[in-house]
């Protein structure tokens, strides 16, 4: 949902929407990633799919201009395991922890050593061993194996923390961080990781309070976040000038400019420089800072969101911004239940041949689970929680249309399998 000027949505139209709508051009997706006009897939066999604006040349085929409003495979591109989009460059994370980057570069985001976009994806060669990159309005950050973090880009706000505030054409390293387990970049001129004891850093521009110091300092190296946070699970720092966290206990903390009512406690201005707990909500399993909103997958599997929605993004049937969270248009969530003992598996692909909407009673349909090799078939038993709030009786029924469905563990024990969300502000939840 969202805008749709340059094909965002991926529907074969240029149409917003305030409502999900259906990508239905691909299947057996595993991964989702949006920027500011363009879209990522990434597929079970490895394959990276994009769609929208390519006026940077974010569709990685070697042209420049227009767009596609259809997902088109990216060229050259294969056993890949990860994707990011930044507002105008993407990258893939290969399985040997080679990366690959494509797109708008005029910052030296792409991390290639110019300035030039680039059209096609370019290995970067300076970097070996990452298990993670994230694209974010002008610089990207890289997470290696062990522990340490590298970025490229602008760095006008300190946003590369390498103690300069000196653009980089090719990766270096953040200054005086290890042991970093996560990273998340915000979509301006912030970054953000989250260390093996549990503690989170952050730098680059914090003005409005988006590293949660409770100074609003600016800081081209990293720093703590203020609030003796010792327990965070999940960090989200993709918000122009906030960011959240997500703590063990699985409640939701907010930090940063709050002018699009995006800290969701019922206001509009300001801004929280220290982390802010977000009130009623205490049962969270992802979080996802967008650009100017922020949105929370709870336990039940529904999507509650908050902040800008000018051209529909918050899926909640209107054009109207909310500064309290509200429940998103996913009014019938699927939450299975998968009977068989499969083995803990991070990332899953489930392929049903049909898509069970709002029954109370558990069904049972055929599936195909698939994780870096390993691969389990159904039938299955799911069971589909009722919301009878927002689901008709007419609507509880199976739908007979094929549908793909993406699942992502986002806790351990075999059995329990959360449905990830797609296209809702135009950045992932992960």
């Given at each position: 949902m969202g805008y749709n000027g340059f094909g965002n949505l991926g529907n074969g139209g240029t149409t917003s929407s305030s409502v999900p709508v259906n990508t239905s051009f691909i299947s057996e997706v595993i991964e989702i990633s949006a920027g500011q006009s363009h879209s990522l897939a990434l597929l079970?066999?490895?394959t990276v799919w994009t769609w929208g604006s390519n006026l940077s040349g974010q569709s990685g085929n070697g042209t420049i201009g227009g767009f596609v409003n259809t997902p088109i495979q990216v060229a050259g591109l294969t056993n890949i395991v990860g994707i990011d989009a930044g507002s105008l460059h993407s990258f893939a994370l290969r399985d040997d922890g080679r990366v690959f980057a494509w797109g708008g570069n005029g910052s030296g985001q792409c991390g290639v050593g110019s300035l030039a976009d680039v059209l096609v994806p370019t290995m970067l060669t300076s970097l070996t061993n990452i298990s993670d990159v994230q694209g974010g309005g002008s610089h990207s950050v890289f997470l290696k194996n062990d522990g340490t973090v590298w970025a490229c880009g602008s760095n006008g706000s300190g946003e590369l923390g390498d103690g300069t505030n000196t653009q980089r054409l090719t990766p270096v390293q953040v200054a005086g961080l290890v042991n970093a387990t996560a990273i998340s970049v915000g979509a301006w001129d912030h970054s953000m990781a989250l260390r093996n004891d549990s503690t989170v850093w952050g730098w680059g521009n914090g003005s409005g309070g988006s590293l949660g110091t409770?100074?609003?300092?600016?800081?081209n190296v990293p720093l703590q976040a203020s609030g003796a946070f010792t327990d965070v699970v999940a960090i989200s720092a993709e918000g122009f000038h906030h960011s959240m966290v997500m703590r063990a206990d699985n409640s939701v903390w907010f930090m940063g400019s709050n002018n699009f009512g995006q800290a969701g406690n019922g206001s509009t201005g300001g801004s929280f420089m220290s982390p802010f707990q977000i009130p009623l909500i205490a049962d969270a399993i992802a979080i996802d800072a967008a650009t100017w909103g922020c949105g929370i997958l709870r336990s039940d599997s529904t999507l509650w969101v908050t902040g800008f929605n000018a051209s529909g993004q918050l899926g909640i049937g209107s054009q109207v911004s909310q500064s309290s969270y509200?429940?998103?248009?996913?009014?019938?969530?699927?939450?299975?239940f998968i009977s068989n003992q499969l083995?803990?598996?991070s990332v899953l692909a489930i392929v049903p041949v049909a898509n069970p909407v709002c029954l109370t009673d558990p069904v049972s349909f055929n599936v195909v689970i698939q994780n870096q090799g390993l691969a389990a078939s159904g039938p299955f038993d799911i069971g589909v929680y009722n919301d009878a709030t927002n689901?008709?009786?007419?609507?509880?029924?199976?739908?007979?249309?094929?549908?793909s469905k993406v699942f992502r563990t986002l806790g351990h024990g075999p059995g329990m399998w959360i449905?990830?969300?797609f296209f809702w502000f135009g950045i992932r939840i992960s």
């Open positions: 079970a066999d490895g409770g100074t609003g300092v600016t800081s509200l429940q998103s248009g996913f009014a019938c969530s699927v939450y299975p083995p803990d598996l689901c008709s009786e007419s609507a509880r029924t199976p739908r007979n249309t094929v549908a449905p990830i969300v």
